[in-house]
């Protein structure tokens, strides 16, 4: 088993679809990429000898505020979230530094939630991810790790408008991995 403590910087954009062309063309045109961030603790389970420590389990618990900025409204849209990650890691040799990959989802709960918001804001979110990364091994039961992710949300960030939106996220997660 090992703990990491995470920080995670990364660009977030939304992807619209509407039946209305000219409603999507104009936000299309007005939205711009928002710099959010995600920090928290993993806790990662080694699935056994037989496997030599190359898969592991990554669940956790993580705080996230992400969004995107528009043009047609001066005030950027912030979403914060508590995440629940669960993934497969597969590391790939095991040597000091090891090149990992990484697929899983997410369960987030929007503490924006309003029960009475006219939007309809949603209050679980679900989204995939994957990463590629690389763990550099400082000594037998410490190392530290960097990753680019990839993260889509599958959940409509709102159900009572005209255009369906989904947000979308690339990032950098750096941290470090205490293993006992």
């Known amino acids: 088993m090992s703990i990491d403590p ?4 990364e660009q977030s954009y939304r992807i619209l679809q509407s039946d209305n062309f000219l409603t999507l063309q104009t936000r299309n045109l007005k939205d711009k990429k928002r710099t959010g961030f995600r920090y928290g603790l993993d806790f990662n389970f080694y699935l ?7 898969i592991a389990l990554k669940t956790g618990i993580r705080y996230l505020k992400t969004g995107y900025q528009s043009e047609i409204n ?5 979403h914060n979230f508590l995440e629940i990650p669960l993934a497969l890691r597969y590391y790939y040799g095991s040597k000091k530094i090891r090149i990992y990959s990484e697929l899983g989802v997410g369960f987030l709960f929007n503490l924006n939630f309003d029960i009475d918001d006219f939007r309809n ?3 679980v979110h679900h ?12 000594s037998v039961d410490f190392a530290f790790f960097f990753q680019p992710i990839f993260r889509y949300h599958f959940t ?9 939106e989904h947000l979308y996220n690339i990032g950098i997660e750096l941290g470090c991995r205490k293993h006992f």
């Open 156 to 164: 409509q960030t709102f159900s009572d408008i005209e255009v369906e």
């Open 127 to 138: 989204s995939a991810f994957v990463a590629v990364g690389f763990d550099y091994n400082y």
């Open 121 to 123: 804001e949603r209050l």
């Open 48 to 54: 056994g000898e037989l496997y030599h420590e190359k």
């Open 6 to 9: 995470i920080f995670s910087i």
């Open 74 to 78: 001066s005030n950027p849209t912030i």
